[in-house]
Structures are given as structure tokens and as C-alpha cells.
């Protein structure tokens, strides 16, 4: 357990406590029901890495690491701009204290494209996954960094049976063990290390060779240029997931094609 992820952890459940306080477990599936249908994100992704790269495009206003990231922050107009460019899939950051999210930024940026959407937040406890599809999530994401191999299998059944994906996150070859056990296809490897911030994208170079062929690498965080994805694809990462420098353009329609425009072919695994 990481500093960050201990103290993101440590509010989290609280706020989860007060929320399920506010809204009943029946209620929120009641909610959960009546949500839009889940969009299939891990077919997308297949889909679209079969060609070319799949790219999980994430809404982020700020972070721990960087703080704010960007001021003029239009969740909808972002989701769009996404959607215009090329990318497979939206992450929005729901979390509030470190991230600057809220869930009405999942609402919105999903609501203004056809893309499916990860709801990227901190999630421990199955209610946040009927909350997540009450939302309109169409997948979820596990740290297996912050959770037992008993809460990840309860919130993997619990998007299962909603109908929702899983994006799996791992940091290091001991929770990539954890990771494979679980059912879920995409196996996201994060280039940042939770405990210093630093980002290398050697975590990719390292653990990919060891995720079995039947899963789906997501190569995250730390991606700027084509040459990056060019350099991640000769490892079997043919999915992205970026924020951060996309967050930071102007154009941001404009630099998300051209980050998809030139697909390498050439893969190690
Ligand atoms: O981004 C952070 O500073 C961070 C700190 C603590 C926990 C998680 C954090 N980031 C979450 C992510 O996984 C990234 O937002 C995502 O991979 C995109 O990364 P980037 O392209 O580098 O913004």
C-alpha cells in the first residue's frame, strides 16, 4: 500500500459510507437499472486495436502529481473533441479530493459522444459499482495496488453482473500474479509509480512480456508522442491510456488524431 493510495483509500471509504447512508444499496441499483445500456469497452478496445492502437482517452482536470492540469475544463465539449479525434473509449475521473473530478463530469462526457466510459475512481465496495452504472459506467477499474484478492473478485462478480468491463491495474509483477487470476481481459499497466510519482515506461517494457497472450495490455500513463505508442506496441500494447498530455492541448481533437494517425504494426509478444 502506497502513501497516496493509503490516504486516497482512507477518505474514500468514508465517503462511501456516507453515500450508501444516502443512497440505499436497492435504490442505487434501482438507479443502476434504469441506466442507459452498457457500451461494450473491452470489444472496442479489441476492436479497435485489431488495426490500429485502441485509446482510452481520459477527462482529467488536475491530479497529485501534477495538480492542475486544465482550467478550461468542459467535460462535454472534451468527450467530443475525444470522440472527433479517434479515440476508442473515455476515462473520466470522478474522484473530487485529488483529482478534481465529480460524477457529473462521467454523466456529461458520456451523454455528449457514443464512446464507452471507464469511470476512473477508487472503488472498494460493490455498491460503487451499481453507483458506477448508475452513472452510465460501461467499465470499471480495480488498483489490485489497493485491494485484497477477495474485494478485487467482489468487484469483478459485481461489474459482471452488470453487464460492465473491467480494466485490471497492476504496477508491478507481484499484483500482475494477483491481476491474471481475476477474469477480466484488459490488463492495464501503469508507468507511474504510486509511492514517488515517477513515470517510466520500462514498467511496460518489463511486465508485458509476462501478461498471458488471452489479455489485452493497457499501456497508462507517461504516453506524450506517436514514437511513445510506437515504442509500447513492440512490447504487445496496442491499447492506451492517456490524460495528461492530451489534457494540456488546445486542440485537442486535432492531437488526438495525430496521435493515432501512423498505427505501428511490429509487435514483441
Ligand atoms: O496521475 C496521478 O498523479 C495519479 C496519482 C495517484 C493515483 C493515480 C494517478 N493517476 C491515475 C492514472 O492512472 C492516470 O490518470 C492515467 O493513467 C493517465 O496518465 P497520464 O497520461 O500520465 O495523465
Given at each position: ?6 490516504k ?9 459510507a456516507?453515500?450508501?447512508?444516502a443512497?440505499p444499496?436497492?435504490e ?7 441506466a442507459s445500456?452498457?457500451?461494450?469497452f473491452?470489444?472496442?478496445l ?9 485509446l ?7 491530479s497529485?502529481s501534477k ?9 462535454a465539449?472534451?468527450a467530443?473533441?475525444?470522440a472527433?479525434g479517434?479515440?476508442t473509449?473515455?476515462?473520466?475521473l470522478?474522484?473530487?479530493?485529488s483529482?478534481?473530478g465529480?460524477?457529473s463530469y462521467?454523466?456529461?462526457a458520456?451523454?455528449a459522444?457514443?464512446l464507452?466510459a471507464l469511470?476512473?475512481?477508487f ?8 453507483e ?9 477499474l480495480?488498483?489490485m ?5 477477495a474485494?478485487a473478485?467482489e468487484?469483478e ?7 460492465m468491463?473491467?480494466?485490471i ?5 507481484a ?7 481475476l477474469k477480466?481481459?484488459l ?23 509476462r ?5 489485452q ?13 510506437a515504442?509500447m506496441?513492440r ?21 488526438t488524431a495525430?496521435?493515432?494517425a501512423?498505427?505501428?504494426t511490429?509487435?514483441?509478444?
Amino acid at each position: 500500500m502506497t502513501d497516496i493510495l493509503a490516504k486516497i483509500k482512507d477518505y474514500k471509504l468514508a465517503d462511501v459510507a456516507a453515500r450508501k447512508i444516502a443512497l440505499p444499496l436497492a435504490e442505487a441499483e434501482a438507479l443502476a437499472r434504469a441506466a442507459s445500456p452498457v457500451r461494450g469497452f473491452a470489444a472496442a478496445l479489441a476492436g479497435a486495436s485489431r488495426e490500429g492502437y485502441g485509446l482510452i482517452a481520459e477527462i482529467k482536470k488536475a491530479s497529485p502529481s501534477k495538480g492542475l492540469i486544465r482550467a478550461d475544463f468542459d467535460p462535454a465539449a472534451l468527450a467530443q473533441a475525444y470522440a472527433q479525434g479517434g479515440a476508442t473509449c473515455l476515462s473520466v475521473l470522478t474522484d473530487a479530493p485529488s483529482f478534481q473530478g465529480d460524477d457529473s463530469y462521467l454523466v456529461a462526457a458520456r451523454d455528449a459522444c457514443a464512446l464507452p466510459a471507464l469511470r476512473k475512481d477508487f472503488l472498494y465496495d460493490p455498491w460503487q459499482v451499481a453507483e458506477s452504472r448508475a452513472l452510465g459506467a460501461d467499465c470499471i477499474l480495480i488498483i489490485m495496488a489497493s485491494v485484497s484478492d477477495a474485494q478485487a473478485q467482489e468487484l469483478e462478480q459485481a461489474a459482471i453482473d452488470w453487464q460492465m468491463d473491467v480494466l485490471i491495474e497492476v504496477h508491478d509483477q507481484a499484483e500482475l500474479d494477483r491481476a491474471v487470476l481475476l477474469k477480466s481481459p484488459l490488463i492495464g499497466i501503469n508507468n507511474r509509480n504510486l509511492k514517488t510519482f515517477d513515470v517510466t515506461l520500462d514498467t511496460t517494457r518489463i511486465l508485458s512480456k509476462r501478461v498471458p497472450e488471452d489479455r489485452q495490455i493497457v499501456c497508462e500513463s507517461g504516453l506524450f508522442t506517436p514514437e511513445d505508442l510506437a515504442d509500447m506496441a513492440r512490447y504487445g500494447a496496442r491499447a492506451f491510456l492517456i490524460g495528461e498530455s492530451l489534457m494540456r492541448q488546445d486542440d485537442v481533437a486535432a492531437a488526438t488524431a495525430r496521435l493515432l494517425a501512423n498505427p505501428s504494426t511490429g509487435a514483441m509478444r
